[in-house]
């Protein structure tokens, strides 16, 4: 993993708790993996450092994470269909304007039993580059309209005060450091990645309204199944606004 990246994985409220709850969701290795936006290298290092083979898929080239093949999402994928049994897109989909089109390339290049590994934060349109704001029900709208069965919704923060945690979990590892010169940083993100896994796919109306606020980064990872109800809300449309 490139060292400048390591920063976002030595604490929490990082990138560690996330690759906890992906590896939770997608089941252990050997995995193909192409994780589509390598930019910070928290899907693409974590994930390899775990042992899955992957692949990196960005719109320009990423040199620190090899090997990625650079091309635009919206377009076309060189990959062959079939060709990954996990696809990862980390808060990619909320930027792009044709995301049906990378979905439904994503089912494409997944094996018939793979699984796709979506992020997206809810209601945030604060950078330029988000064209899109989703909620739960919209992320599931546009996956199960692209030919997707959504398995499991794991809402983030599932632990609504994640930040003041965070700043105590780093205090009292930066003191063990200082004492002993050792922290349990791993320790504590797998223990805060279960739990998210555990909280988030409950209802919360603290974490809705905190996240409706802006005092947490509201969002989820939701975690889908190729299907062949791709149809569903074309019949909604035509019973809604079709001709009587």
């Known amino acids: ?17 996330h690759v906890q709850l992906a590896a939770s969701l997608i089941g252990p290795p ?4 192409l994780v589509v936006g390598t930019f910070g290298g928290r899907d693409f290092g974590g994930l390899r450092v775990r042992g899955y083979e ?9 040199p620190e994470c090899p090997p990625t093949v650079a091309t635009d999402a919206e377009q076309p994928w060189p990959f062959e269909s ?15 304007v044709l ?4 979905v439904k390339e994503a089912r494409r290049v997944l094996t018939k039993g793979g699984v796709l590994l979506a992020t997206v934060p809810f209601a945030h349109d604060e950078p330029e580059y988000h064209v899109r704001i989703h ?23 599932g632990l609504p005060l994640k930040r003041p945690v965070g700043v105590l979990i780093n205090a009292v590892n930066l003191a063990l450091h200082a004492i002993g010169q050792k922290t349990y940083y791993r320790d504590a993100a797998q223990a805060m990645g279960n739990i998210e896994l555990a909280l988030g796919q409950r209802d919360s109306r603290l974490r809705t309204t905190m996240g409706a606020l802006g005092l947490i980064h509201h ?15 074309k019949s909604v449309n035509v019973r809604e606004f079709g001709g009587r």
């Open 1 to 17: 993993m490139p060292e400048r990246f390591l920063a976002h994985f030595a604490n929490y409220v990082g990138a560690a708790e």
């Open 219 to 233: 969002g989820c990872t939701i975690l889908a199944r190729p299907s062949e109800e791709v149809a569903r809300y």
């Open 54 to 62: 992957v692949t990196g898929m960005n719109l320009t080239d990423d």
């Open 135 to 157: 909620s739960r029900r919209s992320i599931r709208r546009l996956l199960e309209n692209s030919g997707f069965r959504v398995e499991r919704l794991v809402e983030r923060p």
């Open 82 to 96: 079939g060709a990954f049994d996990v696809v990862v897109v980390g808060e990619i989909l909320e930027q792009l």
């Open 99 to 102: 995301d049906a089109n990378a």
């Open 30 to 33: 050997p995995k193909r993996v």
